[in-house]
């Protein structure tokens, strides 16, 4: 199997750009999609997997570069799995995730009253590589936790300062990166594409 040594990561999300970035090997040459002007594709998938491939398709086509993009998002037992493959749309056109974090907590009080005790969640991610050749390769990963009833830390992004990961008391918002990055859901499902590069 041919190493990887030049990657796109397809992604026009700043924050996931920079852990992507922070996980690939140093030897290997990343690109972004700023060199390329392209507007995302829109994500047709009914799971994190299929939205994962579109773009990761998409892209790979477009700079006949081989690409890896992931889909991820958080999913809340109480709302029934919501946001999950919407997490980022709920942001709104503006990506913003005071907004996002506003709904979640809006929903879960209008669902149950004294919902901090039925508050179990998890974050998934799903990352595709695509070759320009047609080949491609999926990963999922998975962090359980739950859902803070208020607002913690300015680190990470989206809805990293309302998560608990099981096991700790800070939300991903609180912890130092290095942290999050050694247990979060795209960590984990980056361990089984490591083979790619390595």
Not at 102 to 120: G, L, R, V
Not at 142 to 169: A, E, L, T, W
Not at 174 to 179: A, G, T
Request: aromatic share 12%; glycine share 8%.
């Amino acid at each position: 199997m041919n190493k990887i040594k030049e990657i796109l990561i397809g992604t026009n999300n700043k924050g996931k750009y920079r852990e992507i970035s922070n996980l690939l090997p140093n030897k290997v040459k990343i690109h972004s999609l700023n060199e390329f002007n392209i507007l995302s594709p829109k994500e047709t998938g009914k799971t994190f997997k299929e939205n994962s491939f579109i773009k990761a398709s998409y892209f790979s086509r477009k700079t006949k570069l081989i690409c890896l993009s992931d889909d991820s998002g958080l999913e809340i037992d109480l709302l029934k799995g919501e946001p999950g493959i919407y997490s980022s749309r709920w942001s709104g056109k503006k990506n913003d995730f005071n907004l996002a974090i506003n709904k979640i907590f809006k929903k879960m009080k209008n669902t149950k009253k004294n919902w901090e005790s039925f508050n179990s969640a998890r974050f998934i991610c799903c990352i595709t590589i695509f070759w320009p050749n047609g080949k491609s390769f999926s990963s999922k990963g998975m962090i359980k936790g739950k859902i803070s009833n208020v607002k913690k830390g300015k680190n990470g992004f989206g809805y990293d300062p309302i998560f608990i990961p099981h096991g700790y008391d800070q939300t991903f918002g609180e912890m130092k990166s290095k942290l999050k990055m050694s247990i979060d859901h795209r960590f984990k499902a980056f361990l089984k594409i490591n083979k790619f590069f390595i």
